[in-house]
């Protein structure tokens, strides 16, 4: 049994609610999660004393925490800094890990790096990280509950404005659902949901559940979360997952419940590398 705690685009800067951000604080001490898991977008403007801001933050916490950057986590203005090192302030100042792996005995968590310099505005997933993972996913036990944590998202949720999703992002779902992961957070879009990967991607294999959070501690919340801050309570055991959307509410000034959603844990089929090296992967366009 496993619980984790997916908090997302916490926008440390002029948009952070400090209020908030306490909250997320006193949730994990409540609540005791086994992990904290934050996908990216720590900052607003990716400047030195936002992340010294959020290592404050992140130090506090009590618990393991796995995080990956985000798109504002890369400088947007200081053009030369984005070209030459565009992840030098957030390894200084925040973690020099880009891609963290998490593992013990019942849980892996596989952080991925998607966000790049301007050419890829919607973020990608490099060849050379997805290899990366099928040889982990291949050395993982079947029983061990497979995660992975990137800050854009692989799939384009209904009735959300952008249809586009990250570069790479079929054939990253077509090696998640051989490999039998069992599960993808994300943030950016600042709107929580869940679905299936075979919804957009059908291959008639056990489906990946794909969870969204919105944004945790900032007011960029958009759509339906126009000024409302989300995250996801997540307990994990050998037969089911169980996933929590928690919403700020201002009137208990606490995270409360306000949807819960249950899967069974899927019969997954051997895994092994064979025909992905060889680009086996048919190519499919991302932009939807
Ligand atoms: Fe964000
Ligand atoms: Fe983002």
Not at 65 to 87: K, Q, S
Not at 147 to 154: D, F, K, S, T
Not at 277 to 284: A, C, I, L, R
Request: glycine share 8%.
């Amino acid at each position: 049994m496993r619980t984790l705690f997916h908090i997302s685009d916490l926008h440390f800067g002029p948009p952070h609610l400090p209020r908030v951000s306490r909250g997320v604080l006193e949730h994990v001490e409540r609540h005791r999660p086994d992990l904290v898991v934050l996908s990216g977008d720590l900052t607003q403007r990716a400047k030195p004393e936002q992340f010294r801001a959020a290592r404050a933050f992140v130090d506090q916490i009590q618990v393991p925490v796995v995080v990956v950057p985000g798109n504002h986590d890369v400088p947007l203005w200081r053009v030369w800094e984005r070209v030459l090192d565009p992840y030098g302030c957030y390894r200084r100042h925040f973690s020099p890990e880009l891609e963290p792996v998490y593992r013990d005995e019942e849980i892996l968590i596989a952080g991925v790096n998607t966000a790049f310099g301007w050419t890829f505005k919607d973020g990608r997933i490099t060849t050379r990280r997805l290899l990366e993972l099928a040889e982990l996913f291949e050395q993982t036990p079947e029983s061990v509950f497979k995660v992975v944590v990137a800050h854009h998202h692989l799939i384009p949720p209904p009735n959300f404005g952008t249809q586009r999703v990250l570069g790479n992002a079929y054939e990253a779902i077509d090696l998640f659902s051989r490999a039998g992961v069992d599960l993808i957070l994300s943030g950016h879009l600042h709107q929580a949901y869940i679905g299936s990967s075979e919804e957009f991607y059908p291959q008639g294999r056990p489906p990946v559940v794909i969870l969204h959070s919105g944004t945790t501690t900032s007011n960029r919340g958009r759509g339906g979360e126009r000024e409302r801050n989300t995250c996801n309570w997540i307990r994990i055991d050998g037969e089911s997952l169980v996933v929590s959307h928690l919403r700020w509410h201002r009137e208990l000034d606490r995270f409360a419940e306000q949807s819960r959603h249950w899967y069974p844990r899927q019969e997954r089929v051997p895994y092994t590398l064979e025909g992905l090296k060889g680009g086996g992967v048919p190519p499919m366009p991302t932009t939807l």
